[in-house]
């Protein structure tokens, strides 16, 4: 998704799956703990007034305002409820990741290179050369 786009901004916004299929409301937008950017939405779907929650890096803003989630209906409203307005537990952010069957590895950091040998000084107490 786009990273520019105001998280407030998507709040009423409708929510279509990647059929067209109408899914509901974005009700709330919960942010990366570590980047503050953007990660999940909670969508309104009126069964039972529960919301679903979807994964927003895969979605698109399109241009008439709406998300385009890139899944199908019954998945998103299959998706574990967690209920709105508290903190998504890295527990229940993995079982959102699972549902969608996104992946959840880490990326994965170079290999650390040992630093060359240097010479930096002399010990103390012996002489230098």
Known sequence: MQTDIDPRNLIGRKAFDRNGAK???IDEVYLDDATGAPEWA???????SRDAFVPLEPSELVEDGTLRIPFDRALIRDAPDFGVGRHLSPEQELQLYHHYGLDTTPPQAPPAV???DQNFGHVAGTETP
Request: proline share 23%.
């Open 23 to 25: 899914i509901g409301t």
């Open 42 to 48: 909670a969508i309104r779907t009126g069964l039972f």
């Open 114 to 116: 040992p630093p060359p």
